[in-house]
C-alpha cells in the first residue's frame, strides 16, 4: 500500500473548504493508503482523476467545482498537493510551483479488530472495563462485543476502529541561511540546548558589571539563558552576584553552570522572594543583581528597594517580558489593569534608574511555526505585540486537535504516545491550562487516564532528574524551561469562555512558547 503524504499548502487549503468537502478529502486519504499505487486511476465511484499537460500533478475532482492535485512519487508515495477550485488548478503557477514543497508523512495507526483490547489499554481502558473485546477476532465478533460495552468505552472503540488515533508530522529541521551552529545544537541532547546561547547576544553577556541595563524580549528570545550566562561571566570576573526570580524552578537551569564555574559558586545567591521585605532584603551587598522574569515583580517593590538605597551604586541586569505578567484576578477590565501595573513598573525602573536599554529580537527558542501560531491566535490579546522578529529555523507545522470531555485524557495520551516515537520523555512537556483544586495545571482526571497508559507524569524538578518521566504542570512552572515537544491541554471552561482572553492570554503565551520544534494543542469541548 502506499505512504499518503500531505503538503502544508494541501492543509491549508483542507480548512477553506466546505465541511462536506473537507471530509470527502479525509476519505479520500483512507482510500489512497488502502489502494494498490498501480491501481490508482481505479478509485471508488465518484471519484474522477485526469492527467494534467506539462504538469507533474493528477486530478481529482471533489465536485462541480473544486479538485485535489495529487502527484506519485518514483518510490510509490502519494503527495496531495492542493485543494481549490477548477478555475485556480489549472493556473500555471499551481501546476508548475511547489514541485519541492515540503510534505509530512500522514501516520495513521491502523487498528485491526483483534488489536482493539490492547489499544484501549494502552490509552488507559482499565482492563475489566473492556473484557468482551479480548477475544475478538473479526469485525462480526467486534460488533457483539461492542453491545456488552458501557456506552461511552463502545463509541471510543467504534472511533478508534474507524479512524486514525492521531495524525503526526516527522519533525525536519529548516535552518535559515546562515545559522548552521543552531542546526548542530538542534541535534544534540536537550541538557545542550537548555543552556545554548546564540552569538548575537554575546554581547548582553559581557556588558561591564558596574552598569545597569534592561533587557526586553518576547518568549523564544532566550532571555533566561542570556541571564545565566551573564551570571557566569560576571562571578568568573570575581563578582559577587545576586540572581533574583520569582520561579525557583530557574535555578535548576543554573547547576550545570555552577558546576563549571570550580570554587566561584560561594559568589552567587539565589532568591526566589515572595514577599516585598524578602526582596528589599537582598539590597545591597552584591556587586551586580541580576533580575530574571522582572516583570512579575510589582513596581512598589523596586520602589521601596530604590529608596532604601542606592542602587546605582551596583550593577544590575534587568530582563523581561509584558505578556509574561501574571494576569488579574478578575477578567473585567483587564487590559486596563495590565497597563496600569506596566506604567508603575516602567516608572519604577526609568525614573529611577534610567538604564540602557536593549531589546532582543533573534527567536531561536521557538521553530518559525511555533512562533507564527502563537501571533496568530494570541497577538490580539496579549497587553503588548508579540515582537520577536526574526525566526532561526523550523520543525514543523503545529498540530490541532479537538476533543470532547470524556475523551480528552485518551487524547493527550495519544498525543504523547505520537511523540515518544522520536523523542525521549526527558526532551517532552505536558501543560495544563485547567483549574483545578490547588491551582491552574493538568487536572486529574486527565493525568490518572495518562499514567494509566503506561506513561509516567513528574513535576519540571523531578523530571530534570528522572530521565523516564514527561515533565507535566501549569505553563508558570515552565518559565525558562523548553521541551523541545509539547503538548498543551486546554479544557472547555478555557475554551469557551472567550470573554476571558486578555485576561488569560499570557497564560496561553507562556505555555505556547515553552515548545521548540513540536507544538500539539488539544483543545477540550464538553
Known amino acids: 500500500m502506499p505512504e499518503v ?72 508515495r502519494l503527495i496531495l498537493h492542493r485543494a481549490l477550485k477548477h478555475d485556480d488548478a489549472y493556473r500555471e503557477e499551481t501546476l508548475t510551483s511547489g514541485i519541492e514543497s515540503t510534505s509530512f508523512e ?19 481502558i482499565p482492563p475489566q472495563d473492556i473484557a468482551p473485546l479480548q477475544s475478538v477476532q473479526d469485525e462480526d465478533d467486534l460488533i457483539e462485543a461492542i453491545t456488552l460495552l458501557r456506552e461511552d468505552i463502545g463509541l471510543l472503540a467504534i472511533e478508534l476502529y474507524e479512524h486514525e488515533l492521531i495524525a503526526y508530522q516527522k519533525t525536519k529541521y529548516v535552518v535559515y541561511s546562515g545559522e548552521q551552529e543552531v542546526l548542530s545544537v538542534l541535534q544534540k541532547p536537550l541538557d545542550d540546548w537548555m543552556l545554548y546561547l546564540h552569538p548575537s547576544q554575546r554581547y548582553v553577556v559581557e556588558l561591564p558589571h558596574n552598569i ?32 533574583i526570580c520569582l520561579s525557583k524552578y530557574t535555578a535548576l537551569l543554573a547547576q550545570p553552570i555552577i558546576k563549571k564555574l570550580e570554587g566561584g559558586s560561594d559568589r552567587i545567591k539565589f532568591v526566589s522572594p515572595h514577599r516585598r521585605e524578602d526582596f528589599a532584603d537582598v539590597f545591597p551587598g552584591y ?71 536593549l531589546r532582543l529580537v533573534t527567536n531561536y527558542r521557538n521553530s518559525e511555526s511555533i512562533a507564527r501560531y502563537i501571533r496568530q491566535e494570541w497577538n490580539q490579546y496579549l497587553p503588548v505585540p508579540f515582537e520577536s522578529e526574526i525566526s532561526l529555523f ?17 487524547k493527550v495520551s495519544a498525543a504523547l504516545q505520537a511523540l515518544l516515537t522520536e523523542y525521549e520523555p526527558k526532551e517532552l512537556g505536558l501543560i495544563g491550562m485547567g483549574y483545578f483544586i490547588g491551582g491552574l495545571g493538568v487536572p486529574n482526571r486527565i493525568r490518572e487516564v495518562v499514567e494509566e497508559s503506561g506513561l509516567k507524569l513528574a513535576d519540571l524538578s523531578e523530571s530534570d532528574s528522572e530521565t523516564t518521566s514527561i515533565a507535566c504542570g501549569p505553563p508558570y512552572v515552565f518559565k525558562g524551561h523548553e521541551r523541545k515537544a509539547l503538548v498543551v491541554y486546554i ?11 486578555v485576561k488569560r492570554a499570557p497564560y496561553y503565551y507562556i505555555a505556547l512558547s515553552r515548545a521548540r520544534d513540536r507544538l500539539i494543542v488539544i483543545y477540550e469541548h464538553l
Open 212 to 243: 545597569v541595563v534592561c533587557v526586553q524580549g518576547s518568549a523564544g528570545t532566550g532571555k533566561t539563558v542570556c541571564a545565566l550566562h551573564r551570571l557566569e561571566h560576571l562571578v568568573a570576573q570575581g563578582c559577587r552576584v545576586a540572581f
Open 394 to 410: 523550523d520543525a514543523g507545522s503545529v498540530t490541532e486537535l479537538h476533543v470532547s470531555r470524556e475523551y480528552a485524557g485518551y
Open 5 to 76: 503524504a500531505m503538503t502544508q499548502q494541501f492543509l491549508e487549503d483542507l480548512l477553506k473548504l466546505p465541511k462536506h468537502l473537507a471530509k470527502k478529502c479525509i476519505g479520500l486519504t483512507d482510500m489512497l493508503s488502502s489502494t494498490d499505487t498501480a491501481s490508482v486511476s481505479n478509485l471508488s465511484p465518484g471519484w474522477r482523476l485526469h492527467g494534467l499537460r506539462n504538469s507533474p500533478f493528477l486530478s481529482l475532482s471533489l465536485d462541480m467545482n473544486f479538485r485535489v492535485l495529487l502527484r506519485r512519487e518514483s518510490d510509490g
Open 287 to 357: 556587586s551586580h543583581y541580576i533580575i530574571d522574569e522582572a516583570q512579575d515583580f510589582p513596581g512598589e517593590w523596586f520602589e521601596e528597594v530604590f529608596r532604601k538605597t542606592d542602587v546605582l551604586n551596583y550593577g544590575t541586569t534587568i530582563l523581561y517580558d509584558f505578556n509574561q505578567i501574571t494576569p488579574p484576578h478578575s477578567a473585567k477590565n483587564a487590559g486596563k489593569k495590565f497597563r496600569r501595573k506596566f506604567g508603575r513598573w516602567e516608572r519604577a525602573i526609568v525614573e529611577h534608574l534610567d538604564p540602557i536599554q
Open 491 to 501: 479544557p472547555h471552561d478555557f475554551t469557551e469562555a472567550k470573554r476571558d482572553n
Open 106 to 124: 500522514l501516520r495513521q495507526i491502523r487498528i485491526n479488530p483483534s488489536d482493539l483490547y490492547s489499544t484501549l489499554i494502552a490509552v488507559g
